[in-house]
């Protein structure tokens, strides 16, 4: 295996504020792993810097060998995602037309992605806005325009938090398709029951404040 993400002394502060201290952090290319830990501990603060949303205080984190920008590659699911105030359809496939892919790619890509979140009428959905959706509903759909980005690398934050019961299988087992295809997957989670459902390699985050 291919090692995919490595850090060393990785340290994340905001202000006096010490968000973030990992030793040292590794996974190969294709490995699910679970962080899990306290609140506060800096799960979700390792994800924005695996997802390369934030720059590390000190320290260093590789990506596949370099420190090259990889977001292309790398998608971050919020743990309340948000989705902008339109329809269905539009949030879903707003990474497409901001990657300008024409119409029917769009069409094509909204629909497999529906289907992959657990939606058996995508098309019944599309008009639908925000307001008119549940919890569960919102987290699988900004989940599905993640899916239609073909993410290498899918960074996930309590993904099953404050769901319900259909919603947390339906995630589930889009991620579990997503790992027998080679994704590589970070899943953050207070759920102890997740990493052993995800058949993922468990890492405690234990952050001492400074």
């Given amino acids: 295996m291919n090692t995919l993400f490595e850090a060393h002394d990785l ?54 060998g370099s420190q090259t920008d990889p977001r292309r590659e790398i998608t971050l699911l919020l743990q309340e995602p948000y989705l902008m105030k339109a329809s269905v359809f539009w949030n ?3 990474g497409l037309r901001l990657r300008g892919l024409d119409a029917e790619r769009q069409r094509k890509g909204y629909r497999e992605s529906m289907l992959a979140v657990g939606f058996a009428d995508p098309d019944g959905m599309a008009t639908r806005g ?30 099953t938090s ?5 919603s947390e299988k339906a995630i589930l087992n889009v991620v579990r398709t997503l790992r027998s295809r080679g994704v590589s997957i970070v899943c953050a989670t207070h759920d102890r029951d997740i990493p052993a459902a995800l058949e993922a390699r468990e890492i405690s985050i234990v952050n001492e404040r400074l």
């Fill in 162 to 166: 404050n769901v319900d019961a259909a």
């Fill in 11 to 64: 340290c994340k502060r905001y202000g006096d504020i010490t968000a973030l201290r990992l030793p040292y952090f590794s996974m190969e290319k294709g490995e699910t792993v679970a962080l899990t830990g306290r609140n506060g501990s800096g799960k979700s603060t390792l994800l924005r810097l695996l997802a390369f949303l934030e720059k590390p205080t000190s320290g260093s984190l590789f990506y596949a």
């Fill in 130 to 159: 925000p307001g008119e959706l549940s919890g569960g509903e919102r987290q699988r759909i900004a989940l599905a325009s993640r899916l239609i980005l073909s993410p290498s690398v899918l960074l996930l934050d309590e993904p």
């Fill in 92 to 94: 879903v496939t707003l």
